[in-house]
């Protein structure tokens, strides 16, 4: 496993940089400033000797450099800090990654050009009119004077749907669903980016052994104010709420380069496909924002007295998990085997009372971190948690009849699923106006039969779901080949069978949908708990 760092990774870009990383089965380590995530580590990159020590501890193989002061009226105001932050923190990433012969992956901006006339392409020379493109300008510099093995990303305008960022789409959806109008700029071009294409994009170059400077953005150039009533029109809100005006007309501290933006050809040639068209990048916000997929909660930050007493309440809970709870030595003929049963140490108990502390009875940050780590595990598109394997399997086959599905089940279609089945996996069928046609399981497995299954399909079939009954894996090939060849949706419930595996591949990762439990009888447990893995893109 490739071992890589994101320096800034609970922002917008490093945030998604993980997630993508976690898919590629990268190990990753990442680092945090303004906004706490668990899992990662407090490093400010005005700390010099902070940021040498961490890399030098980890030696990572990649080096992903994300974070920087980038509010650019406050870069205006404040040179001395952007520039000590900008280029010198920059320079010692540069420098340790030059000792431990890492790849360093930078991220700049078009905002190093004047913005006369773009877009620009990687070869035009930079002419920043601001301090915050003077300082990402001289960055780019000092990577390119150290550095051979170095991947410099151009990027502008990146937004993405997560609930704690300032990013301009969180702007204009927070200003309009308060019902406040919004001004912006109809005289700033540029090429919007979605996080997670930059991203995606990010990795594969990375993979590709790419060096140089790319421009990684939105293949389409577009004004501001346009922009924002697109994604106004992507929320659900009125478009009318936004005001275009110039840029002039807002008296920002810091100059903007107008006419900005970046061209994609290079990007395309290197990746073998056009860049993302804003288009299809807001398809996939609308579905972020419907899914609410990667909203992310603040862990508390204990201090002191809280802290230490936090601490002392983790050890006793150690104490008493080793006193009641460790698992006791196996005595044969003696030793009783349950079928199933919660399996649990004592991270989990101290997880647990972790959260009871911050009295988080909700979804908070260990669902997050689950929910990304299971995302990650699976190699899914996204991972969402639930309360149950039932409402799982509710939310899977409820979804294959949404409107804005390509496709969509209408009431009395046909599904078919195993005569021998849980009940919940059954009930949302029938629950969602649908037909279940119960085809035999097979003795021995009390799977499906896959073989019987094509003779059970009428016109009006359009989806088959399947669980893999205690822990054994169907007969994936056959299933898929079937479902395949007649165009039928397929969700495997997986509430039984998490880590069991066919022909190598996890179960729940071959469908358009898995359905998992956590249910106390189940491979690990949250106590209720279910979740469903999605891994077509149409959801
Ligand atoms: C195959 C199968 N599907 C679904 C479920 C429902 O899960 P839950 O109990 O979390 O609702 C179970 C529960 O045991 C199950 O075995």
């Given at each position: 496993?490739?071992?890589?760092v994101v320096?800034?990774a609970?922002?917008?870009i490093g945030?998604?940089?993980?997630?993508?990383?976690?898919?590629?089965?990268y190990?990753?380590?990442?680092?945090?400033?303004?906004?706490?995530?668990?899992?990662?580590?407090?490093?400010?990159?005005?700390?010099?000797?902070?940021?040498?020590?961490?890399?030098?501890h980890?030696?990572?193989q990649?080096?992903?450099?994300?974070a920087?002061?980038?509010?650019?009226?406050?870069?205006?105001?404040?040179?001395?800090?952007?520039?000590r932050?900008?280029?010198?923190?920059?320079?010692?990433?540069?420098?340790?990654?030059?000792?431990?012969?890492?790849k360093l992956?930078?991220?700049?901006t078009?905002?190093i050009?004047?913005?006369?006339?773009g877009p620009?392409?990687?070869?035009?020379?930079?002419s920043p009119?601001?301090?915050?493109?003077?300082?990402?300008?001289?960055?780019?510099?000092?990577?390119?004077?150290?550095?051979?093995?170095?991947?410099?990303?151009?990027?502008?305008?990146?937004?993405?749907?997560?609930?704690?960022?300032?990013?301009?789409?969180?702007?204009?959806?927070?200003?309009?669903?308060?019902?406040?109008p919004?001004?912006?700029?109809?005289?700033?071009?540029?090429?919007?980016?979605?996080?997670?294409?930059?991203?995606?994009?990010?990795?594969r170059?990375?993979?590709?052994?790419?060096?140089?400077?790319?421009?990684?953005?939105?293949?389409?150039?577009?004004?501001?104010?346009?922009?924002?009533?697109?994604?106004a029109?992507?929320f659900?809100?009125?478009?009318?709420?936004?005001?275009?005006?110039?840029?002039?007309?807002?008296k920002?501290?810091?100059?903007?380069?107008?006419?900005?933006?970046?061209?994609?050809e290079?990007?395309?040639?290197?990746?073998?496909?056009?860049?993302?068209?804003?288009?299809?990048a807001?398809?996939?916000?609308?579905?972020?924002w419907?899914?609410?997929?990667?909203?992310?909660?603040?862990?508390?930050?204990?201090?002191?007295?809280s802290?230490?007493?936090?601490?002392e309440?983790?050890?006793?809970?150690?104490?008493?998990?080793?006193l009641?709870?460790?698992?006791?030595?196996?005595?044969?003929?003696?030793?009783?085997?349950?079928?199933?049963?919660?399996?649990?140490?004592?991270?989990?108990?101290?997880?647990?009372?972790?959260?009871?502390l911050?009295?988080?009875?909700?979804?908070?940050?260990?669902?997050?971190?689950?929910?990304r780590?299971?995302?990650?595990?699976?190699?899914?598109?996204?991972?969402?948690?639930?309360?149950?394997?039932s409402?799982?399997?509710?939310?899977?086959?409820?979804?294959l009849?949404?409107?804005?599905?390509?496709?969509?089940?209408?009431?009395?279609?046909?599904?078919?699923t195993?005569?021998?089945?849980?009940?919940?996996?059954?009930?949302?069928?029938?629950?969602?106006?649908?037909?279940?046609?119960?085809?035999?399981a097979?003795?021995?497995?009390?799977?499906?039969?896959?073989?019987?299954?094509?003779?059970?399909?009428?016109?009006?079939?359009?989806?088959?779901?399947?669980?893999?009954?205690l822990?054994?894996?169907?007969?994936?090939d056959?299933?898929?080949?079937?479902?395949r060849?007649?165009?039928?949706?397929?969700?495997?419930?997986a509430?039984?069978?998490?880590?069991?595996?066919?022909?190598?591949?996890?179960?729940?990762?071959?469908?358009?949908?898995?359905?998992?439990?956590?249910?106390?009888?189940?491979?690990?447990?949250?106590g209720?708990?279910?979740?469903?893995?999605?891994?077509?893109?149409?959801?």
């Amino acid at each position: 496993k490739l071992k890589a760092v994101v320096i800034g990774a609970s922002g917008l870009i490093g945030q998604g940089l993980v997630r993508v990383l976690e898919n590629n089965q990268y190990e990753i380590a990442g680092t945090y400033m303004a906004r706490s995530l668990p899992g990662l580590t407090r490093l400010d990159l005005g700390d010099f000797s902070a940021v040498q020590e961490y890399l030098h501890h980890l030696k990572p193989q990649l080096i992903f450099l994300t974070a920087a002061l980038t509010n650019v009226d406050y870069c205006e105001e404040h040179p001395d800090e952007t520039f000590r932050i900008n280029i010198e923190g920059t320079r010692r990433v540069v420098e340790e990654a030059s000792r431990l012969g890492s790849k360093l992956v930078f991220y700049s901006t078009d905002y190093i050009f004047d913005g006369k006339n773009g877009p620009y392409d990687e070869e035009i020379q930079a002419s920043p009119v601001s301090i915050y493109g003077r300082s990402k300008f001289e960055a780019e510099r000092v990577i390119q004077e150290v550095l051979e093995d170095y991947l410099i990303l151009r990027t502008t305008v990146v937004y993405g749907w997560d609930r704690r960022s300032k990013n301009f789409a969180m702007q204009v959806y927070q200003k309009l669903q308060s019902g406040v109008p919004l001004q912006v700029p109809e005289d700033q071009v540029g090429n919007p980016t979605l996080v997670d294409y930059l991203a995606e994009a990010s990795v594969r170059l990375v993979q590709q052994h790419t060096c140089g400077i790319v421009n990684v953005v939105g293949k389409d150039l577009i004004p501001r104010s346009e922009f924002s009533r697109a994604l106004a029109r992507v929320f659900g809100l009125d478009p009318q709420m936004i005001v275009p005006v110039p840029t002039a007309s807002l008296k920002q501290r810091a100059q903007r380069p107008l006419q900005g933006g970046l061209k994609t050809e290079k990007l395309g040639r290197l990746l073998g496909t056009e860049a993302m068209s804003l288009d299809e990048a807001l398809k996939r916000l609308r579905r972020q924002w419907r899914g609410d997929a990667q909203i992310t909660y603040a862990k508390a930050e204990r201090s002191g007295e809280s802290a230490r007493i936090a601490k002392e309440i983790f050890d006793r809970v150690k104490e008493y998990y080793n006193l009641v709870h460790k698992e006791k030595k196996f005595v044969p003929f003696k030793t009783p085997i349950s079928y199933a049963g919660r399996v649990f140490n004592e991270q989990e108990m101290i997880s647990l009372v972790d959260s009871a502390l911050d009295f988080w009875l909700t979804l908070g940050p260990y669902g997050d971190l689950f929910e990304r780590k299971m995302r990650g595990f699976f190699g899914a598109r996204d991972f969402l948690l639930v309360n149950s394997g039932s409402s799982a399997s509710l939310l899977a086959v409820s979804s294959l009849m949404a409107h804005d599905l390509e496709g969509h089940l209408e009431k009395g279609d046909e599904i078919i699923t195993p005569a021998v089945t849980f009940p919940s996996t059954l009930a949302p069928i029938v629950q969602n106006g649908l037909i279940p046609v119960l085809v035999d399981a097979e003795v021995g497995t009390y799977n499906i039969n896959p073989y019987l299954i094509e003779k059970a399909i009428s016109p009006r079939t359009r989806a088959i779901v399947v669980p893999h009954t205690l822990g054994n894996p169907c007969d994936m090939d056959v299933i898929c080949d079937v479902a395949r060849r007649h165009h039928l949706f397929l969700i495997e419930d997986a509430c039984d069978a998490l880590g069991s595996t066919f022909r190598g591949k996890l179960v729940g990762s071959f469908g358009d949908m898995g359905t998992l439990s956590f249910f106390p009888a189940h491979h690990i447990t949250m106590g209720e708990g279910g979740g469903v893995i999605i891994n077509s893109a149409r959801f």
